[in-house]
């Protein structure tokens, strides 16, 4: 999609049109807070002309009709809108059975766990948990964390050391990036799912630092192009050359594979991974995630040396239950039906797009990656979908690359074709009016 040339606008509706947060993040001076006004002042643009659709908030339960606002308080939509920007991809979040048990966990445990897992913070329900996560894995054990990324960067900053070398996927979420660059200098990135390129930096390391640890790190299903790996060559790779291997399961654990194992299930590898960790916040309706392995003592060393859980308070007793609860959907008969519809309104919203022109990334998941182009139709596209009542999450650079700004839409279990295809048939209209140039910011 192309656009007129923007030369004759003016500098603030290029600037809003334009630019990044990455453009932000060395601005000189000496006053630390005031190094940040010209962020600011670049997003309150962008926020009046309604090209700013991020921390947007809800009033009500997150289902696929919900009620948003932009972060001034300015409503999107005329009313409750169609929601494609949530992460509850079995629609748990308001399920009877995980309402219920959240109630009866108040009820018996209060709403706090006043203490680090460490000292007093676990409760009995947590620590079945880590039973119950474990077992469906195939592992033999699982350390559950306050949060998902909390439990990725504090894992991979526990096993790894400064002589130790990572070799990550480049795609890598921001969490286990974060946590290899904070443990060590020797960070190595391959191309995406490219099981050649990490075994040629895998053989490379291992003849230059004959004792060195190495990490190998992947994703099951990344969250920006819903591709997979081969998790079966990762493996392999890793142990042909002494490494160990750590696969983030955050976004298909419980949302696909027959029983909610995920791409693990898929790739029949439950149970055969050195290392998995992963978030709840996805599919089983709660905050929090968990490190699970068949190594005995990597519980311990988490509990004791792992920042994130070691010195801050434990998962709550009400998360806990929530997550019971969304784990006997996912294992039921039910859990299979929603992973089923899921799927369907997937490929139902992946064809529209591509038949409306839009480039769709990897494989049909709760995850449609749609692919807009220029930040400046990006924008122009998503202002238009939220003002017409249709939310959506738009992923500009440095997140991806810069041409390639794109919404993450998340399908849920409760959406209908009916919602989906009054999506498309917006977007439609929306593409063409953005063409045409018959939007304007003012």
């Known amino acids: 999609m192309s656009r007129p040339d923007p030369s004759g606008r003016s500098a603030v509706i290029r600037a809003a049109l334009g630019g990044s947060v990455a453009d932000f993040r060395d601005v000189p001076g000496t006053d630390l807070l005031d190094r940040w006004i010209p962020q600011y002042e670049w997003l309150e643009g962008r ?7 991020y921390s947007k908030y809800t009033t009500g339960r997150i289902t696929t ?3 948003a606002f932009d972060r001034s308080g300015r409503r999107l939509g005329l009313g409750p809108s169609v929601n494609f920007a949530s992460q509850d991809y079995l629609s748990l979040a308001s399920h009877p059975h995980v309402l219920a048990a959240a109630h009866d966990a108040v009820e018996r445990y209060g709403v706090h766990s006043a203490g680090s897992a460490a000292l007093m913070g676990s409760t ?6 880590e039973q119950r996560v474990a077992a469906h894995l195939g592992l033999a054990d699982c350390t559950v964390f306050p949060t998902g990324w909390g439990a990725g960067y504090g894992v991979v900053r526990t096993l790894v050391r400064a002589t130790d070398h990572v070799v990550m996927d480049a795609l890598s979420h921001a969490c286990l990036q974060e946590g290899a660059r904070s443990a060590t200098r020797n960070v190595h990135l391959f191309p995406n799912n490219d099981v050649d390129g990490a075994r040629r930096r895998l053989s490379r390391i291992r003849q230059e630092h004959p004792d060195a640890g190495i990490l190998l790190i992947t994703e099951k299903l990344f969250s920006m192009d819903s591709t997979a790996p081969d998790l079966q060559a990762m493996q392999r790779a890793a142990d042909e050359h002494g490494a160990t291997l750590l696969v983030d399961v955050a976004h298909d654990y419980g949302s696909l594979g027959d029983s909610g194992g995920g791409t693990l299930e898929r790739q029949d590898m439950l149970g055969r991974v050195d290392v998995v960790m992963g978030s709840f916040s996805k599919t089983f309706a709660s905050n929090g995630g968990f490190v699970a392995t068949n190594h005995p003592a990597l519980k311990l060393a988490l509990r004791y040396n792992c920042g994130p859980l070691t010195f801050t308070n434990a998962l709550s007793p009400v998360q806990a239950a929530c997550v019971h609860a969304a784990l006997d959907i996912v ?6 039906k929603r992973r089923e519809r899921v799927l369907r309104s997937s ?3 992946r064809a529209g797009l591509t038949t409306l022109g839009v480039e769709v990334l990897g494989e049909a998941s709760a995850i449609v990656p749609a692919v807009l182009g220029s930040v400046a139709d990006a924008r122009l596209l998503t202002r238009a979908m939220q003002q017409e009542g249709f939310l959506v999450n738009l992923v500009e650079f440095p997140a991806v690359s810069r041409f390639a700004s794109r919404w993450r839409l998340q399908v849920m279990a409760d959406h209908t074709p009916a919602q989906i295809e009054a999506f498309l048939t917006y977007l439609g209209r929306a593409q063409a009016a953005v063409h045409t140039s018959e939007v304007s910011l003012v």
């Open 47 to 53: 926020l009046a002309h309604q090209v700013d659709p």
């Open 65 to 67: 009709v919900t009620e």
């Open 124 to 129: 009995q329900l947590s620590v079945r948990l």
């Open 331 to 336: 294992q039921s008969a039910e859990g299979r």
């Open 347 to 349: 490929e139902q919203l």
